[in-house]
C-alpha cells in the first residue's frame, strides 16, 4: 500500500467542509453549546493539516504550520 500525502491533505480538507457545513442537531441550552463547541474544534484541527506544509524526511511526514494564519 502506498501512502499519497495529496489525498490525505484532500480528505481533511473535505472533513473540514463537512464539519462548516453540518447542521445543529435539535438540541438547546448545554447540549447545544457543547455540539458547537465541538464543531469549531474539529473544523480548526481539520484546517491546520488541511492548510500545512509537508515533507518527508527520514521516512518521517512532517508537517509545518505558520501559527500566526
Given at each position: 500500500?502506498s501512502?499519497?500525502?495529496?489525498?490525505f491533505?484532500?480528505?481533511?480538507k473535505?472533513?473540514?467542509?463537512?464539519v462548516?457545513?453540518?447542521?445543529?442537531?435539535p438540541?438547546?441550552?448545554?447540549?447545544?453549546m457543547?455540539?458547537?463547541?465541538?464543531?469549531?474544534?474539529?473544523f480548526q484541527d481539520y484546517m491546520?493539516?488541511?492548510?500545512?506544509?509537508?515533507?518527508?524526511?527520514?521516512d518521517?511526514?512532517?508537517?509545518?504550520?505558520k501559527?500566526?494564519?
Amino acid at each position: 500500500m502506498s501512502f499519497n500525502v495529496e489525498e490525505f491533505i484532500n480528505r481533511y480538507k473535505e472533513r473540514a467542509e463537512a464539519v462548516k457545513n453540518r447542521s445543529i442537531p435539535p438540541v438547546g441550552g448545554d447540549d447545544r453549546m457543547a455540539f458547537i463547541k465541538q464543531a469549531e474544534t474539529d473544523f480548526q484541527d481539520y484546517m491546520i493539516i488541511a492548510d500545512s506544509e509537508f515533507t518527508v524526511e527520514e521516512d518521517y511526514l512532517v508537517f509545518k504550520y505558520k501559527l500566526d494564519s
